[in-house]
């Protein structure tokens, strides 16, 4: 399969198939990075579905393809040679789906070993796992099923010596016990390995002819020598713009230098800046090694200046403005009904699901100081909204107890490095201005690594120069009590467990840092929604009334929703969601509802209309559909010579349930009803 792709695999684990293909061009691109392309795409047929939608064919990746994705490109990218700039691209195809077994693991195997057998230049077998824990117990690659009762999901990527990327959630798991996962993980990757290596004996094709792009050496010393010192002068200052222009005005300056000496440099742009690149990750690496001293000038361990504030924006449900340092992130929580839940069709479920929970990250230009193009949701978009997500969704009430649709949006304002442990931050505490019931508060921080040979540097709270200079992005998001979201990803060979333990111990240490400061703005969720936010209310109903309340092609809820001004939805089994923006339209429609549901109760006074009138006494309609027979004996105190003498048809009249019949029928006593009310001989 796939015989023209430069490396392909057929992966099959259960009944879930994947086949994967890796290609590359001839040449390099032109591009100054190195354009790697990785696609994740279900195919509806490997469900038994069609898609949905009017062109009953599959479009644009959703966001499980998307964030599948990034889970294989992310352990990949760092290991492919420096200079490869050929564009290459790796192809996962969801074949065949079980509904039992994620096929994202899978698709990182295949990845491994179809690069592996190509001419392509990637010489690292690695392979990805994931692990849950069901009772205490440790689970390599858990069902769907299985992940429902586990309290890890976490996906491990790793090669023979070391773990390469770590995504996932918890429900608030100790760093220990983590970290206990990760070395099963690891575990199972090396076995993953050896088959792999087994596979690959007489499978790997000999390397494609490709020249390294990389400046010309000549120029690279000079650029070196004319930059170094201006650089190190430019590393000198803490704020981030002051120092971005600095290093501007170093590319520019040497750029006319040499120029001046010789126009040809003038299409040597791009090598410069990388050759500047260098030697800026050089003099920063070196100085965050030998003095302990950061961009910024803050000592390895120290967390920057950390500002909340709450209930910043007067007509949302929950606002919250976090900042630390020059990242900062507007995080603001809606609130919704069972209608504004996201519906779910992927290949993984029979059926379609529902989400109630969304969390969505933004990254505008302005908050870098760019000036660039508004496109769609980019996929480190979502996948720093998924991470953030992930961190909070434990954290949740159960829906029975707080039945709301919760979004939260972040909008990054600015960013300097972790955007999305911001988001963590920002979105515990919208929710808990919003008054949702979040069981803890959570907080996030990014974990950055210099190592250079014996030499170790773990850096807490990163900068975004920290971050695209040093080794590692290590993510970790949770609670006082223990992690609730992971994302690793390093550009080095791998860590030694030594180092991630040392990693995960400073990033608790910040993390309880900054639920100090957090807890100062607001400790616990607020007793009260906003008042601009919808209240929910239940009524459970037997299910054989639940036509009564729709009514003919739903007549009866719409004028019940009409009336009151509510939104009423109505599940299968009888349970009644009633939401409104105010208390009193909740009640009405609740009152409607209940009068249409609710069972005669003998000895219960009611009012209703006179539907007919006879010669031996009056049908009053109690509730709605319910009628019953006034006897012209029971209608006052005295004789009664004509029903009309006392009621007529239309009337409203109050009446006691005196008895119903073995074949239902209601025996009605207005007489009865004024009496118990003390109103006898008076008029209803």
């Known amino acids: 399969m796939a015989r023209q792709a430069a490396g392909s695999a057929l992966i099959q684990f259960g009944d879930t198939v994947v086949l994967v293909a890796a290609t590359a061009q001839d040449h390099p691109t032109h591009l100054p990075f190195f354009p790697l392309t990785v696609e994740y795409r279900e195919k509806s047929y490997a469900g038994g579905k069609i898609p949905g ?17 990034r889970l294989i490109d992310r352990p990949l990218r760092p290991l492919f040679p420096e200079g490869y700039m050929n564009e290459t691209q790796v192809a996962c195809f969801i074949l065949s789906a079980d509904q039992e077994n994620d096929a994202d693991v899978l698709g990182m195997l295949g990845a491994s070993l179809s690069l592996n057998m190509s001419p392509i230049p990637f010489d690292t077998v690695l392979a990805g796992v994931r692990i849950g824990r069901i009772q205490g117990n440790w689970v390599l690659n858990p ?37 206990e996962g990760l ?37 690279r010393a000079e650029v070196e020598n004319l930059a170094s010192p201006r650089v190190s002068e ?27 000496r010789d126009e040809d440099h003038g299409d040597d742009r791009g090598d410069i800046r990388d050759v500047i690149r260098g030697v800026e990750r050089k003099a920063m690496r070196e100085r965050i090694l030998d003095r302990g001293e950061r961009a910024d000038g ?46 779910i069709d992927t290949v993984d479920t029979r059926e379609e699901v529902t989400k109630s929970f969304m969390l969505h990250y ?44 919760i979004r939260v949006v972040s909008d990054i304002l600015e960013s300097n490095g972790s955007s999305s442990m911001a988001s963590v931050c920002g979105a515990s505490l919208a929710l808990m201005a919003a008054g949702v019931p979040i069981s803890s508060a959570c907080a996030g921080v990014a974990m950055g690594l210099i190592k250079e040979d014996d030499r170790v540097a773990i850096l807490t709270d990163i900068l975004g120069v920290e971050d695209a200079l040093g080794d590692m992005d290590f993510k970790v998001a949770g609670t006082r009590k223990g992690i609730t979201a992971i994302q690793m990803d390093i550009k080095i060979k791998g860590l030694t467990h030594e180092i991630l333990r040392e990693a995960m111990d400073r990033a608790r240490k910040g993390r309880i840092h900054i639920l100090d400061i957090m807890d100062q703005a607001i400790a616990e969720p607020r ?42 939805d109505v599940d299968d089994t009888g349970l009644v969601k009633i939401a409104a923006v105010s208390g009193e339209a909740g009640d009405r429609a609740r009152e409607m509802i209940e009068a249409i549901v609710q069972e005669p109760e003998v000895g219960r006074i009611y009012e209703g209309p006179v ?74």
């Open 53 to 69: 939608g009017f062109f009953k064919r599959e479009g644009r990746p959703g966001e499980k393809e998307i964030l599948s994705a």
């Open 143 to 179: 069902t769907f099923q299985q992940l429902e009762y586990s309290d890890v999901d976490i996906v491990v990527a790793g090669s023979e010596e070391a773990i390469l990327m770590v995504e996932g959630g918890a429900v608030e798991v100790p760093e220990e016990e983590l970290l």
């Open 183 to 219: 070395a099963v993980a690891h575990k199972g990757i090396r076995e993953l390995v050896d088959l792999q290596k087994e596979i690959l004996k007489d499978r790997r094709a000999p390397e494609m002819d490709w020249t390294p792009v990389l400046p010309d050496q000549d120029l």
């Open 234 to 260: 430019a590393l000198e200052l803490t704020e981030k713009q002051e120092r971005n222009q600095a290093m501007a005005s170093v590319l520019d300056d040497i750029l006319a230098e040499l120029e001046e």
């Open 298 to 343: 803050r000592a390895l361990e120290d967390v920057r200046t950390i500002t909340c504030e709450i209930g910043i924006l007067p007509r949302t449900h929950g606002s919250a403005l976090f900042t630390r340092g020059q990242t900062q992130a507007l995080a603001v929580t809606t609130l919704g009904t069972a209608r504004d839940e996201q519906r």
């Open 362 to 405: 933004n990254f505008p230009p302005f908050c870098t100081g760019e000036a660039k193009p508004y496109r769609g949701t980019s996929r480190r978009e979502q996948g720093h909204g998924a991470l953030a997500e992930r961190a909070i969704q434990p954290l949740l009430p159960a829906y029975d107890d707080f039945p709301y649709t």
């Open 527 to 568: 007793d009260e929604l906003s008042e601009f936010a919808p209240r929910i209310m239940t009524i459970q109903i037997n299910p054989e009334k639940i036509g009564d309340i729709i009514g003919p092609k739903g007549k009866t809820i719409r004028a019940i929703q009409d009336e009151s001004g509510a939104n009423i």
């Open 611 to 684: 539907k007919n009138t006879t010669s031996f006494g009056a049908f009053i309609e109690i509730l709605p559909g319910v009628e019953g027979l006034c006897h012209i004996s029971e209608l006052q105190d005295k004789r009664t010579e004509k029903t009309e003498d006392v009621l007529k048809k239309g009337d409203m009249t109050r009446v006691k349930l005196l008895a119903i019949d073995e074949r239902g029928r209601l025996k009605l006593s207005r007489r009865a009803a004024l009496e118990e009310e003390g109103q006898a001989g008076g008029q209803a």
